[in-house]
């Protein structure tokens, strides 16, 4: 097809950013981190040229939370992946589709991950002969080739002349089975996608686990920015309705209670501004032995508050990422609670097998691909499972890609997207000034207004005059 691409430049931009809280999720603190942009120069058939952007945060603590590792080992590791994808997709040769680009080269990424990241172990002091288990999870490698995968698809829509999301039918991509197979002949996943962007949003704010929760847990040692320093302020500053609670996985007790302090805060700071509408959902982020635990979690909250209960939409990733490592059968939990699956959900096989073990719903995140979140949602429809679009902390270009991605899918409520409370100052006033009712909340929502012109929106000529 003449709209297809060909890869003329690559150029990626590395900033280290701070956060203006610490962020804790899991068993990590996430305090300074590498964010990656990457610039891509593409030519179509027709021999017209232009670039596209794409961004993410190289979050080794989440896409490769291996404690006997220093975060200095694996960052410079990303790093390193990330240039070694780019120099690989700037070598690519054959015009295509980003969606097509990206499955050619996926072989190639794991690959290299594996090649970086066990050169990166056997560098480390004092690691010794660490086992093949301890190089980066395929996930983190994701987390490397996204910002290419991003900046390609602006690219493609911008030397297009068209919005991204609508050159995925058939006057621009072949059909899905290409990568689904035979039982997709005839479908694209435009079939699946929004003809447009949803004027609003609803957002999750996230619920760390160390966030205050009340003027009274404030000691003074807050920031003093005009940003809220606890859930309760937040709620009073932007009517924040939808919470993401990050619990513990290991400590019943504590997160009961924690869901539950939530749960009343929300609700009461709610009705202060005339709102009644709250969801919330739980993460422990893999820290559960078992899902027997958040089974007995729910069934504690219900207990003590059936409206609190009825008010948590899902459970996300409860139990560890390697689905094959104790293939837990979630069917007995997923019929309280749908059940999300994050870190696992890394590639179509990695989809089949969440299927096989009951897991009732999975997570899109732009950091896993914007190519792989337009087959997964695909699939997700064609199964008759929930999905949700979480966050990776994006902030800037990767704040308005992953806004805009769930605003144009069919989420089972809204989009993650917590950068504005744990990395503000990562999206620059320029950002800011043109994508400002993104970033700062009304109503609890996103509005996508500024979400327009060709490629995914950004409208950069206004952001880099």
């Known amino acids: 097809m003449q709209s297809d691409i060909r890869i003329k430049e690559l150029r990626p931009h590395y900033t280290f950013e701070t956060a203006r809280t610490p962020l804790k999720f899991g068993a990590v603190v996430v305090e300074k981190l590498d964010f990656c942009r990457v610039e891509a120069v593409v030519e179509n058939g027709k021999g017209q040229t232009a670039s596209g952007w794409g961004a993410i945060f190289l979050m080794d603590f989440w896409g490769w939370p291996t404690p006997e590792l220093s975060h200095d080992v694996k960052a410079a590791a990303m790093k390193e992946v990330t240039e070694r994808y780019i120099r690989l997709a700037a070598s690519y040769d054959e015009p295509g589709h980003p969606v097509d680009i990206f499955m050619a080269l996926e072989d190639d990424l794991r690959r290299i991950n594996v090649e970086v990241s066990s050169g990166a172990i056997h560098r480390a002091p004092g690691t010794g002969a660490m086992n093949r288990a301890a190089t980066q999870p395929f996930l983190g490698a994701l987390v490397c080739a996204s910002p290419v995968d991003a900046a390609l698809h602006d690219a493609f829509g911008n030397v297009n002349g068209i919005d991204t999301y609508c050159g995925y039918g058939p006057e621009f991509m072949s059909d899905l089975s290409r990568h689904l197979g035979p039982k997709y002949a005839g479908k694209y996943a435009s079939d699946y996608i929004r003809p447009a962007y949803l004027p609003e949003i609803p957002v999750f704010h996230l619920v760390g686990g160390l966030d205050k929760l009340t003027p009274a847990d404030l000691d003074g040692a807050e920031p003093q920015d005009g940003t809220p320093n606890c859930l309760e302020e937040w709620i009073a500053y932007e009517g924040v309705y939808c919470l993401k609670v990050k619990l513990r996985g290991t400590d019943l007790h504590w997160d009961v209670d924690r869901t539950m302090a939530v749960y009343e805060i929300g609700r009461e700071g709610l009705a202060k501004r005339g709102q009644t509408e709250m969801h919330l959902t739980a993460d422990t982020n893999e820290q559960c032995d078992s899902p ?128 504005r409370q744990f990395f503000p100052a990562s999206t620059s006033d320029a950002e800011k000034a043109v994508h400002g009712d993104i970033f700062r909340l009304t109503n609890g929502n996103a509005k996508t207004h500024s979400l327009r012109g060709t490629g995914l929106g950004y409208q950069m000529e206004k952001i880099r005059p």
């Open 292 to 419: 027997d635990y958040i089974i007995e979690y729910l069934e504690r909250i219900r207990a003590q508050s059936q409206d609190c209960y009825d008010r948590i939409l899902y459970i996300e990733q409860p139990t560890e990422r390697d689905l094959n490592a104790s293939r837990h059968d979630m069917r007995k939990l997923a019929a309280l609670k749908p059940v999300i699956v994050d870190e696992s959900l890394t590639d179509l096989a990695s989809f089949d097998l969440a299927l096989e073990l009951g897991w009732s719903g999975i997570a899109l995140k732009s950091c896993k691909g914007q190519s792989s979140d337009v087959l997964f949602c695909a699939r997700a429809k064609e199964e008759g499972i929930a999905y949700s679009v979480q966050d990776l902390t994006n902030p800037g270009l990767s704040l308005f890609h992953s806004v805009g991605l769930g605003a144009r899918l069919y989420t089972i409520m809204g989009v993650e997207a917590n950068s």
